[in-house]
């Protein structure tokens, strides 16, 4: 059984830049959740999606953004890159939406410059 | 506001020794508490839960202790070994209120050196 996939597992962007970041769930995984990851922040919830609603957002400012397709693969977006945005993004899915059954993907790394 | 709180930051421990991370809660609404362990490069990995109406819950090595009144829970790893060393997350959530995130502590890096 395949795993959850992030694609691109690394990328550089220049501050000011948009980039999209793409999640593949486990096959039979409704939810999609995101969470960013930095060495002095932790791991923060971004938003979860399950059915393509977004079901709950996370206290990030708006140009942090998601969708989910109806095959359940998601996307998030961030507009006008900044310096502090350089994280790894994580994506778990999970059947029913609870975070009972997350399972975790690698993650991509961002780094703006 | 930080809801978990974790420590200690950062653990070395003795092969065959016992590792212990603690952790913190504030909201009493909580009612699941996850650990997962993170390896470099990876995600995060469901390590072992528990749910407040018990105070213990064993799987192989890795016990979670659990204290309500005290708003505390901790994992302890018995018998560490060098493929421990990890970093480990103390989460919580409420899964009651139909909550879909989790609030993880800040992460506790060991360090099992042979």
Redesign the interface.
């Known amino acids: 059984k395949a795993g ?1 996939t992030q694609t691109p597992r690394y990328l550089i962007k220049t501050r000011g830049q948009q980039v999209t970041l793409s999640c593949s769930p486990i096959s039979g995984h409704r ?1 999609v ?1 995101w ?1 960013q990851q930095t060495p002095g ?5 971004l938003f ?1 999606y ?1 059915s393509e609603t977004q ?2 957002k ?1 206290n990030f400012p708006g140009r942090f953004s998601g969708r989910q397709f109806s095959n359940s693969r998601s996307e998030m977006n961030v507009s006008t890159l900044e310096l502090g945005d350089s994280a790894l993004y ?1 994506c ?1 899915s999970s059947f029913s ?4 059954g ?6 991509t790394r961002l780094t703006v410059v | 506001q930080q809801q978990v709180k974790q420590s200690p930051q950062s653990l070395i421990v003795q092969k065959g020794g016992i590792s212990i991370i603690n952790c913190a809660y504030e909201n009493t609404a909580f009612d699941y508490f996850p650990w997962y362990q993170q390896f470099p490069g990876k995600g995060p990995a469901l390590l072992i839960a528990i749910r407040p109406d018990v105070s213990e819950k064993k799987e192989g090595r890795f016990t979670i202790s659990f204290n309500k009144s005290a708003k505390q829970f901790s994992l302890h790893i018995m018998d560490s070994q060098p493929g421990d060393s990890a970093t480990y997350f103390c989460a919580a959530t409420n899964i009651g209120a139909g909550s879909y995130q989790l609030t993880f502590g800040k992460g506790t890096k060991l360090s099992v050196i042979p």
């Open positions: 959850v939810s959740s969470y922040q932790g791991l923060q919830f979860e399950f079901r709950n996370g994580l778990a939406g609870t975070t009972h997350y399972t975790f993907g690698s993650g």
